[in-house]
Nanobody, 115 residues
Framework: QVQLVESGGGLVQPGGSLRLSCAAS????????MGWYRQAPGKERELVAR???????NYADSVKGRFTISTNNAKNTVYLQMNSLKPEDTAVYYC?????????WGKGTQVTVSS
């Protein structure tokens, strides 16, 4: 089993920054990709950013240039640096790890952008 624990969410003013972290533990092997998704109230869960085992990244258009995904493979941790945050970034952010093409999810961390 794979356990994912997110941290770093919170309340921030528009224009501010947050850094999310997700630590994976358990039976970690053959990871295909790690990433972040988010779900705002009344909306479907959407991809925010993802990084493959080969280091390729892709981002939602709405966060390009503002968010950066990175990993520390030695610590099985994935990060999401979020800058220039906007109220529309408010959502629950979920960590995702794809292992042998099976999705694993964290429980989510709330990010609220509001003045």
């Amino acid at each position: 089993q794979v356990q994912l624990v997110e941290s770093g969410g919170g309340l921030v003013q528009p224009g501010g920054s947050l850094r999310l972290s997700c630590a994976a533990s358990g039976r970690i092997f053959s990871i295909n990709a790690m990433g972040w998704y988010r779900q705002a109230p009344g909306k479907e869960r959407e991809l925010v950013a993802r990084i493959s085992s080969g280091g390729m990244t892709n981002y939602a258009d709405s966060v390009k240039g503002r968010f950066t995904i990175s990993t520390n493979n030695a610590k099985n941790t994935v990060y999401l640096q979020m800058n220039s945050l906007k109220p529309e970034d408010t959502a629950v952010y979920y960590c995702n790890v794809v292992q042998i093409y099976i999705n694993h999810w964290g429980k989510g961390t709330q990010v609220t952008v509001s003045s």
